[in-house]
């Protein structure tokens, strides 16, 4: 490894905020948790805060006029000034708190979608989605008659976008795109796509869940329309994410829950729906876990997205050049030049499930299945692939005792071929 890529590493005394990562599986295999694509781990700076809301401020939050209501309130619209600076959005209240990536794309499907698309008009999408950036624009296209389309993909994993002035056009509506192939580890040109759907009419909406935890993004740079986000892919809490949208399309949206908190007022014959970000906040909101994403926030930028991205980048590298090694290993997507932090890949033998024991039972966690991509594994023709994925806190060391573990395993499977008999000699 030359001394210019390793000097992009970040410190290993980082791990140290990480206590799990000093946990020792099946006996005394120290663990080697290369599964964050799945769910990161979180630091200590962001567990203790989360802690320190339900010791000193929890309450619930707007309504209460008492001092813990009023502290809540505070330490949880903090926080979503915090994840407004860290997207650049332009204003605050563009940032509406969900429970996740998943519940933010089906919110701009069941919102922006029911009342901006109809019968004839046109989807598209492309096959290395998340299905949760499949199924609510599949729903919406039953609900209202829309068509899908999709954008190809080259033999290398990446957007044809060759192609895309043939599926791209004036019937198109709205674009749906990943920033970060949660499978291939592609990284897709979003302001160009954005660029290329505000030409003719649509918006884009982008699953930023696999990019967002590890590249700077800023939203008015990219200038999308609608982003989506998980806190608990980017050092924060579970069952809380984000749904960006740009105020204009924001407040031409109806509510899509209905409850306490989203309205302006109720009559015994309607109601009318608060402003934002309340419209898309109805119930009691994920507080805890709102402040602690704040928290993972604060602590991701005190590091840099920038040095997170170099760092992986380097692990990717030295990833992709020690798996491609290994007979009988085939390494998913394209080169490290155009993808984020994760690998994913096949073995000839055994199935992706086996891998992911074997490796398991060497203390090292991976991901094995379709990886909720279940159309892009079609395309590739095989069922499931085994995917090994980085973060802040991985290094080189658990590199090594991937590619180890995986040499093992390959070994194992490897056929022997035919044994010659030996003639016996005749005396």
Avoid at 12 to 31: K, N, W, Y
Avoid at 193 to 214: E, F, M, N, T, W
Wanted: charged share 20%; with cysteine; net charge negative.
């Amino acid at each position: 490894m030359p001394a210019v890529e390793t000097a992009q590493l970040l410190p290993e005394s980082l791990r140290s905020d990480f206590p799990i990562l000093a946990e020792h599986v099946h006996g005394d295999q120290p663990l080697v948790f290369l599964d964050s694509a799945a769910s990161s781990q979180r630091p200590l700076q962001v567990m203790n805060v989360v802690r320190d809301v339900y010791v000193r401020g929890y309450a619930n939050v707007h309504r209460g006029i008492h001092v813990m209501s009023e502290r809540a309130t505070d330490s949880y619209e903090e926080a979503r000034r915090k994840l407004q600076k860290f997207l650049g959005a332009k204003f605050d209240h563009e940032v509406i708190f969900t429970p996740g990536t998943t519940a933010s794309i089906n919110t701009v499907a069941r919102s922006w979608g029911n009342a901006n698309v109809g019968a004839g008009d046109e989807i598209l999408l492309n096959p290395m989605e998340h299905h949760s950036n499949l199924v609510p624009w599949f729903q919406l296209a039953e609900r209202t008659g829309a068509v899908v389309k999709h954008i190809p993909l080259t033999d290398d994993g990446r957007l044809d976008l060759s192609q895309l002035d043939s599926v791209l056009t004036e019937r198109t509506k709205v674009l749906a795109v990943t920033h970060v192939s949660n499978t291939l580890g592609t990284v897709n040109p979003v302001a160009e796509l954005a660029r290329r759907a505000h030409a003719v009419g649509a918006v884009i909406v982008v699953d930023a869940a696999q990019s967002a935890p590890h590249l700077a993004t800023n939203v008015v740079e990219l200038d999308v329309d609608f982003l989506a986000l998980s806190g608990h892919k980017m050092c924060g809490p579970s069952g809380v994410g984000i749904l960006y949208g740009k105020e204009s399309l924001l407040e031409a949206m109806p509510p899509f829950l209905g409850g306490g908190s989203m309205i302006g007022q109720v009559t015994l014959d309607g109601f009318t729906s608060a402003g934002l970000p309340a419209k898309f906040e109805a119930g009691t909101p994920p507080i805890a876990q709102a402040i602690g994403l704040g928290a993972a926030v604060d602590y991701l930028q005190s590091i840099g997205l920038e040095r997170i991205a170099q760092h992986e980048h380097v692990l990717v590298e030295y990833a992709y050049e020690k798996l491609s090694a290994i007979e009988g290993l085939t390494i998913l997507g394209p080169a490290p030049e155009h993808r984020a932090g994760l690998v994913s890949f096949v073995l000839t033998q055994p199935h992706a499930h086996d891998i992911a024991q074997l490796l398991d039972q060497r203390g090292i966690a991976v991901r094995a299945g379709h990886h909720c991509t279940q159309p892009l594994h079609d395309s590739l023709g095989i069922t499931a692939s085994t995917r090994a994925s980085f973060y802040l806190y991985s290094t080189l060391a658990e590199v090594d005792a991937l590619a180890a573990g995986l040499s093992e395993i390959a070994g194992m499977f490897r056929p022997t071929g035919r044994r010659r008999r030996r003639r016996k000699v005749e005396e």
